[in-house]
C-alpha cells in the first residue's frame, strides 16, 4: 500500500529551507546565536577593506545584494573559506533557478571538507526539491552526524523517513527534533507526529497498543 493513501501531512509540515554558512563563531557559540554583522551605516566595500572576501561577500549577501556571488567567487579564487563560500554560493545558484550550478557548488563544498554541515543539509534540500528523497535522505543524516544540535535538519529527515516508508524512524527523528525546540515549536508538529503514530500502527497492528 502506497504510504500517502495512509498518512496525511499537515498544511504546515513542508521543510526548512536553505542554510547560509555565516563566519565561523568560536568553538563554544552555536551558528544561529552569531551576530558577526549588526545592521550598520552603509560601506563602500573594497580591495582595501579590513574584511576577508569572505566577509565582504556575506555582508553583501545578508543585504541581498547581487554582486554577493562575484565576492564569493573572489573568496574561492584566494582560498578565504572556500568550503562555506561554495556553499553559500550554492544557495544563491538555487535562488536564480540554476540547479545544476548549485549541485556543482555544494558538491565543491564538500570536497573541500567531507564534513561541512552546511552543504550536506543543503544539499539534502536540493535533492528534496528534485524529489530524489533516498538521496535527500542520506544528506540529512550525514548533516545530524556533523551537527547533532541543529533541530530544523531533524524535520527534514523525518519527512523525507515519512515519505521513505520509514515510520518508526521518522517518529523517533521528529521526537528529537521536538527535544530541541521550544515547547512552542514542539506543540506545532503535534499532529505530524500523530499522524505517522497512526500510520506506523496501520502498518503494524501490533504496535497500536503501545
Do not use: W
Not at 551537527?147 to 528529537?176: C, K, M, P, W
Request: hydrophobic share 40%.
Amino acid at each position: 500500500m502506497f504510504m500517502g493513501q495512509i498518512l496525511k501531512f499537515p498544511a504546515q509540515a513542508s521543510k526548512f529551507g536553505y542554510r547560509r554558512v555565516r563566519q565561523r563563531a568560536k568553538a563554544a557559540d552555536h551558528p544561529d546565536q552569531l551576530n558577526l554583522f549588526p545592521p550598520a551605516a552603509p560601506q563602500i566595500l573594497s580591495f582595501a577593506s579590513p574584511l576577508s572576501p569572505f566577509e565582504q561577500a556575506l555582508m553583501l549577501d545578508e543585504r541581498g545584494d547581487p554582486q554577493a556571488g562575484d565576492f564569493y567567487a573572489r573568496a574561492i579564487e584566494s582560498e578565504d573559506c572556500a568550503a562555506d563560500a561554495y556553499c553559500n554560493l550554492g544557495i544563491i545558484e538555487t535562488g536564480k533557478g540554476n540547479t545544476a550550478r548549485a549541485f556543482d557548488c555544494f558538491t565543491k563544498s564538500l570536497k573541500q571538507n567531507p564534513r561541512h554541515f552546511e552543504a550536506h543539509y543543503n544539499l539534502g534540500n536540493l535533492y528534496f526539491d528534485l524529489k530524489d528523497f533516498r538521496l535527500a535522505q542520506i544528506h540529512y543524516e550525514m548533516a545530524t552526524e556533523v551537527d547533532a544540535a541543529f533541530a530544523n535538519v531533524y524535520f527534514n529527515l523525518a519527512l523525507v523517513q515519512s515519505i521513505n516508508h520509514e515510520l518508526g524512524a521518522a517518529v523517533t527523528t521528529l521526537t528529537r527534533y521536538q527535544q530541541l525546540v521550544s515547547p512552542e515549536d514542539a506543540r506545532h508538529v503535534e499532529e505530524l507526529l500523530l499522524n505517522l503514530k497512526k500510520s506506523l500502527a496501520a502498518k503494524n497492528p501490533r504496535l497500536g497498543s503501545t
